[in-house]
């Protein structure tokens, strides 16, 4: 055998063996059956009422009801990357990595980062579990821009980025973000940063979001408390497909959640995404979430506040909505819980828009549109989510959580 030939057979096993990190495909592959994943959280919200009467500390929330009983999850961290459902469900994160400890809440060099800081942790190639010394407030110098399968965890400490540019995931794969207060966001300058312990340039301005997920797959972002940025709080655009945006805390906000770039956009088709367990609270305005294109599962949320309308969408997206309350706002100009965008009631009408199992209360209604009951949406619906008048015990503690060491969380 030649050497050029051994090169190539090295180069075949090796990339068998290491897992790639950093950029990713441009092309998604959806799930072909996207009705499978809502029946797959269906069974998993039915698993966890069974076991009420076992698990003393068990909500029917089976995110939580994963990890929450375990009084030793300190040190049984990544067993939380085991716990996601819905179309983020594979997202692992840095499960596979070491811990690192963030013991420096300074950011002071977008480019050279100092080792202990979150940048510095989050642009390493190697899979890695991020975890914070103690309490901090981290006010980033430009956006944070993070390299594929890692872990953000909140969970022991109070963490805070707030107070300028937030999370960026841009062509990466397999991150959790979970137990961390994200607020106050504001945009970027076009600014030299890092991206990898090997690569760095120049980023264009930022808009201010939250967590802003552009051209990534298998995303998860869990338990953590977003308000008041710039742009959105979570924003998925660019082909981002397999996320699950769950047990979230959201306030004070005008443009809540955009899952999808534009009407002209069309590899937003594929994009998949769950939505459970949050808690859409005070101060809202509108896009709870606004959607384009692609297939949405809004299950077993509480909306308690908006002021526009809670869920919307245009370019004819798929929105099934399961056992979420909805209580609308007093101005009877609003009580519409949805909004059909940039079409005309003869195009929005075919959209496949439904509503099962939801509270409505304070006046608040659905419009449905589509095709009727088919045949997938019944398979769907043969495993029901969990009651909506029970939404509030599955969302009590949604949001950033106070985990202490030695004790449940």
Same mark, same amino acid.
């Given at each position: 055998?030649?050497?050029?030939?051994?090169?190539?057979?090295?180069?075949?096993?090796?990339?068998?063996?290491?897992?790639?990190?950093?950029?990713?495909?441009?092309?998604?592959?959806?799930?072909?059956?996207?009705?499978?994943?809502?029946?797959?959280?269906?069974?998993?919200?039915?698993?966890?009422?069974?076991?009420?009467?076992?698990?003393?500390?068990?909500?029917?929330?089976?995110?939580?009801?994963?990890?929450?009983?375990?009084?030793?999850?300190?040190?049984?961290?990544?067993?939380?990357?085991?716990?996601?459902?819905?179309?983020?469900?594979?997202?692992?994160?840095?499960?596979?990595?070491?811990?690192?400890?963030?013991?420096?809440?300074?950011?002071?060099?977008?480019?050279?980062?100092?080792?202990?800081?979150?940048?510095?942790?989050?642009?390493?190639?190697?899979?890695?579990?991020?975890?914070?010394?103690?309490?901090?407030?981290?006010?980033?110098?430009?956006?944070?821009?993070?390299?594929?399968?890692?872990?953000?965890?909140?969970?022991?400490?109070?963490?805070?980025?707030?107070?300028?540019?937030?999370?960026?995931?841009?062509?990466?794969?397999?991150?959790?973000?979970?137990?961390?207060?994200?607020?106050?966001?504001?945009?970027?300058?076009?600014?030299?940063?890092?991206?990898?312990?090997?690569?760095?340039?120049?980023?264009?301005?930022?808009?201010?979001?939250?967590?802003?997920?552009?051209?990534?797959?298998?995303?998860?972002?869990? !338990?953590?408390?977003?308000?008041?940025?710039?742009?959105?709080?979570?924003? @998925? /655009?660019? *082909? &981002?497909?397999?996320? %699950? +945006?769950?047990?979230?805390?959201?306030?004070?906000?005008?443009?809540?959640?955009?899952?999808?770039?534009?009407?002209?956009?069309?590899?937003?088709?594929?994009?998949?995404?769950?939505?459970?367990?949050?808690?859409?609270?005070?101060?809202?305005?509108?896009?709870?979430?606004?959607?384009?294109?692609?297939?949405? !599962?809004?299950?077993?949320?509480?909306?308690?506040?908006?002021?526009?309308? @809670? /869920?919307? *969408? &245009?370019?004819?997206? %798929? +929105?099934?909505?399961?056992?979420?309350?909805?209580?609308?706002?007093?101005?009877?100009?609003?009580?519409?819980?949805?909004?059909?965008?940039?079409?005309?009631?003869?195009?929005?009408?075919?959209?496949?828009?439904?509503?099962?199992?939801?509270?409505?209360?304070?006046?608040?209604?659905?419009?449905?549109?589509?095709?009727?009951?088919?045949?997938?949406?019944?398979?769907?619906?043969?495993?029901?989510?969990?009651? &909506?008048?029970?939404?509030?015990?599955?969302?009590?503690?949604?949001?950033?959580?106070?985990?202490?060491?030695?004790?449940?969380?």
């Amino acid at each position: 055998m030649s050497k050029s030939s051994d090169l190539l057979m090295f180069l075949f096993f090796f990339s068998l063996a290491v897992p790639h990190l950093g950029e990713v495909s441009s092309s998604s592959s959806p799930v072909r059956n996207p009705e499978a994943v809502v029946e797959e959280v269906h069974k998993s919200i039915n698993a966890s009422r069974r076991n009420l009467g076992y698990l003393s500390c068990g909500t029917g929330n089976p995110i939580d009801d994963c990890w929450r009983c375990d009084p030793n999850w300190n040190t049984n961290r990544q067993r939380l990357a085991d716990c996601a459902i819905g179309f983020g469900r594979d997202a692992i994160g840095g499960k596979r990595g070491r811990i690192y400890v963030v013991s420096d809440s300074g950011d002071d060099d977008p480019v050279n980062p100092k080792p202990g800081t979150l940048r510095h942790a989050v642009i390493q190639d190697e899979p890695l579990w991020i975890i914070f010394k103690r309490d901090m407030v981290i006010q980033l110098k430009e956006e944070l821009v993070m390299n594929s399968y890692k872990t953000i965890d909140g969970r022991g400490a109070s963490v805070h980025i707030a107070n300028g540019p937030c999370i960026t995931i841009h062509y990466v794969t397999n991150i959790i973000i979970h137990g961390v207060h994200i607020h106050d966001c504001k945009p970027g300058t076009y600014s030299m940063i890092r991206d990898s312990p090997h690569h760095y340039g120049w980023w264009r301005v930022s808009d201010g979001d939250g967590v802003s997920i552009f051209n990534s797959q298998h995303v998860w972002v869990d !338990h953590c408390s977003l308000s008041n940025c710039r742009d959105g709080l979570i924003d @998925a /655009i660019h *082909g &981002s497909t397999a996320i %699950t +945006i769950s047990n979230n805390y959201m306030t004070h906000h005008d443009k809540v959640m955009l899952l999808g770039h534009s009407d002209s956009y069309t590899q937003d088709k594929n994009m998949q995404v769950t939505i459970a367990f949050n808690h859409f609270g005070e101060g809202l305005v509108q896009r709870m979430p606004r959607c384009r294109h692609g297939y949405f !599962h809004v299950v077993n949320n509480d909306y308690t506040h908006w002021e526009m309308y @809670a /869920i919307g *969408g &245009s370019a004819s997206p %798929t +929105i099934n909505s399961q056992g979420n309350r909805f209580l609308a706002p007093n101005d009877r100009s609003s009580k519409e819980v949805t909004k059909h965008e940039h079409a005309p009631e003869s195009e929005w009408r075919t959209w496949n828009w439904r509503s099962e199992g939801d509270l409505m209360l304070n006046g608040a209604y659905f419009r449905q549109s589509g095709a009727g009951a088919s045949s997938s949406y019944a398979r769907a619906f043969s495993l029901s989510a969990r009651p &909506s008048s029970l939404v509030g015990s599955m969302t009590v503690t949604a949001g950033a959580l106070n985990c202490r060491r030695g004790s449940r969380c």
